[in-house]
């Protein structure tokens, strides 16, 4: 029984994970049952490994003791130990997250700065079958899409989890047999998280109804990754019909068009798999933007969709390099600025060329310092080429600017907020040369 696990593991290493041979690997290790006989294993078998703990400080004198721990094991073992230490509480508050997203964020974080400094080449964590079970009936009690449903995944990029077949109980049997220490954290024998709730309350109950809820569920799991493959081919087809990608501005956006998206079978569906990356949750209101009204938008935490005539606009939050009101001044003597956009200022006799980048102005009819700004609700200017003026609403409209178009749109000015030019845009008439022009300024934007 003893030699059975190790047996069954290094069979099950040389089948899925042959790529782990003579790679260079860092085990996260908390000093608790699962990761202790991760790296007993690992060490039996000669591979070259490194331990990573994390002391988040939540658990007093215990979580040293787990520190502690770890070190002399690594000692014990002859294996470079990294551990840190976390304020893991201050963390929490300061980001207002929880404390287990706290915790997680701040060891991947620190994780991924060892595997950047070390050259190591993956980082492996000791989930099993259990962990699978109650990651699959949180989702499934908060509601989530296939993904959700598909369990942990046995490799994530650079993350590898190697005992995701194995059983709680059959590592516990491992470590007992072959007299393997452990540190036992006590709150996981608490029911105040939800984790725990589920493993010590809901499981046993699963488990009396269906004696192999582990083989079942993996089973089950594996039918699901399976559809979900097939979904995700298919989403691959349905992305190069539909999305658009749009990096010519200073915002990347993702362009999703509305009437094709409509034509689909399930657009909601659809619109839930292009989108699900982008962490949304309202997605009800999601939806509702293929006929809301333009300039509706909804935001994530990370990103905003904005409806916008026969496009639905994606992008990244970000915040805006000046306020409404703000305004950046330039001298008389400058020749170029890079805040808050790349302006140069070139004295000339020529003609700039016919590009929307360049403009030749009369140096004479300019009123220093000139300004650079956002536009405003009223604003106004006379376009070249045109008799009259016009309002520059009534000209982004014309010009079907979308709202992030809007935003993204500078002017420059003079000191009495006349506009001079929408930068890259158009070119206000009553600063522009004429054949009796003596001092010419060509203003680029690059």
């Given at each position: 029984?003893?030699?059975?696990?190790?047996?069954?593991?290094?069979?099950?290493?040389?089948?899925?994970?042959?790529?782990?041979?003579?790679?260079?690997?860092?085990?996260?290790?908390?000093?608790?049952?699962?990761?202790?006989?991760?790296?007993?294993?690992?060490?039996?078998?000669?591979?070259?490994?490194?331990?990573?703990?994390?002391?988040?400080?939540?658990?007093?004198?215990?979580?040293?003791?787990?520190?502690?721990?770890?070190?002399s094991?690594?000692?014990?073992?002859?294996?470079?130990?990294?551990?840190?230490?976390?304020?893991?509480?201050?963390?929490?508050?300061?980001?207002?997250?929880?404390?287990?997203?706290?915790?997680?964020?701040?060891?991947?974080?620190?994780?991924?700065?060892?595997?950047?400094?070390?050259?190591?080449?993956?980082?492996?964590?000791?989930?099993?079958?259990?962990?699978?079970?109650?990651?699959?009936?949180?989702?499934?009690?908060?509601?989530?899409?296939l993904?959700?449903?598909?369990?942990?995944?046995?490799?994530?990029?650079?993350?590898?989890?190697?005992?995701?077949?194995?059983?709680?109980?059959?590592?516990?049997?491992?470590?007992?047999?072959?007299?393997?220490?452990?540190?036992?954290?006590k709150?996981?024998a608490?029911?105040?998280?939800?984790?725990?709730?589920?493993?010590?309350?809901?499981?046993?109950?699963?488990?009396?109804?269906?004696?192999?809820?582990?083989?079942?569920?993996?089973?089950?799991?594996?039918?699901?990754?399976?559809?979900?493959?097939?979904?995700?081919?298919?989403?691959?087809?349905?992305?190069?019909?539909?999305?658009?990608?749009?990096?010519?501005?200073?915002?990347?956006?993702?362009?999703?068009?509305?009437?094709k998206?409509?034509?689909?079978?399930?657009?909601?569906?659809?619109?839930y798999?292009?989108?699900?990356?982008?962490?949304?949750?309202?997605?009800?209101?999601?939806?509702?933007?293929?006929?809301?009204?333009?300039?509706?938008?909804?935001?994530?935490?990370?990103?905003?969709?904005?409806?916008?005539?026969?496009?639905?606009?994606?992008?990244?939050?970000k915040?805006?390099?000046?306020?409404?009101?703000?305004?950046?001044?330039?001298?008389?003597?400058?020749?170029?600025?890079?805040?808050?956009?790349?302006?140069?200022?070139?004295?000339?006799?020529?003609?700039?060329?016919?590009?929307?980048?360049?403009?030749?102005?009369?140096?004479?009819?300019?009123?220093?310092?000139?300004?650079?700004?956002?536009?405003?609700?009223?604003?106004?200017?006379?376009?070249?080429?045109?008799?009259?003026?016009?309002?520059?609403?009534?000209?982004?409209?014309?010009?079907?600017?979308?709202?992030?178009?809007?935003?993204?749109?500078w002017?420059?000015c003079?000191?009495?907020?006349?506009?001079?030019?929408?930068?890259?845009?158009?070119?206000?008439?009553?600063?522009?040369?004429?054949?009796t022009?003596?001092?010419?300024?060509?203003?680029?934007?690059?």
């Open positions: 029984m003893k030699l059975k696990m190790l047996q069954e593991f290094q069979k099950h290493i040389d089948t899925n994970f042959p790529f782990l041979r003579d790679k260079k690997l860092l085990i996260a290790i908390s000093g608790g049952l699962d990761s202790v006989v991760l790296t007993e294993l690992l060490h039996k078998l000669n591979f070259d490994i490194s331990l990573a703990h994390c002391n988040f400080k939540l658990r007093e004198k215990e979580s040293d003791l787990d520190e502690e721990f770890v070190i094991l690594g000692e014990k073992l002859d294996l470079k130990t990294f551990a840190i230490q976390f304020n893991t509480e201050e963390y929490s508050t300061k980001n207002k997250v929880s404390t287990q997203i706290a915790a997680r964020e701040l060891r991947y974080s620190w994780f991924d700065d060892l595997i950047e400094e070390h050259h190591f080449d993956f980082l492996l964590t000791a989930h099993h079958a259990n962990d699978n079970l109650e990651t699959f009936l949180i989702n499934l009690t908060r509601g989530t899409g993904d959700g449903l598909t369990g942990i995944p046995v490799i994530n990029g650079k993350i590898v989890r190697p005992l995701l077949v194995f059983s709680r109980e059959e590592i516990t049997h491992y470590a007992t047999d072959n007299k393997i220490e452990w540190r036992e954290d709150s996981n608490s029911t105040k998280y939800i984790r725990n709730k589920i493993r010590h309350q809901v499981v046993p109950i699963l488990k009396e109804i269906n004696p192999s809820l582990l083989e079942t569920f993996a089973k089950t799991s594996e039918n699901l990754q399976e559809s979900n493959q097939i979904i995700e081919d298919s989403i691959e087809k349905i992305t190069s019909e539909v999305i658009e990608k749009d990096f010519s501005s200073e915002l990347e956006m993702i362009k999703v068009d509305i009437k998206i409509k034509q689909l079978s399930n657009p909601k569906a659809y619109l798999q292009l989108l699900k990356s982008y962490e949304y949750t309202e997605w009800n209101d999601v939806y509702g933007l293929l006929d809301g009204q333009s300039g509706k938008q909804v935001l994530s935490k990370t990103h905003r969709l904005i409806k916008d005539r026969e496009f639905l606009l994606l992008t990244k939050k915040p805006f390099d000046c306020a409404q009101g703000d305004k950046y001044y330039i001298a008389k003597d400058e020749l170029e600025i890079s805040s808050p956009i790349h302006l140069t200022f070139k004295e000339s006799n020529q003609n700039s060329s016919a590009e929307k980048n360049c403009i030749d102005v009369d140096k004479d009819l300019l009123k220093f310092p000139l300004i650079v700004r956002k536009w405003q609700k009223g604003d106004y200017f006379y376009p070249v080429g045109m008799q009259g003026k016009k309002k520059l609403s009534k000209y982004f409209k014309d010009e079907k600017f979308s709202l992030i178009n809007k935003e993204q749109t002017l420059l003079n000191n009495d907020n006349d506009i001079i030019w929408i930068i890259n845009k158009r070119q206000d008439r009553r600063f522009s040369t004429n054949k022009t003596e001092n010419k300024i060509e203003i680029t934007f690059k």
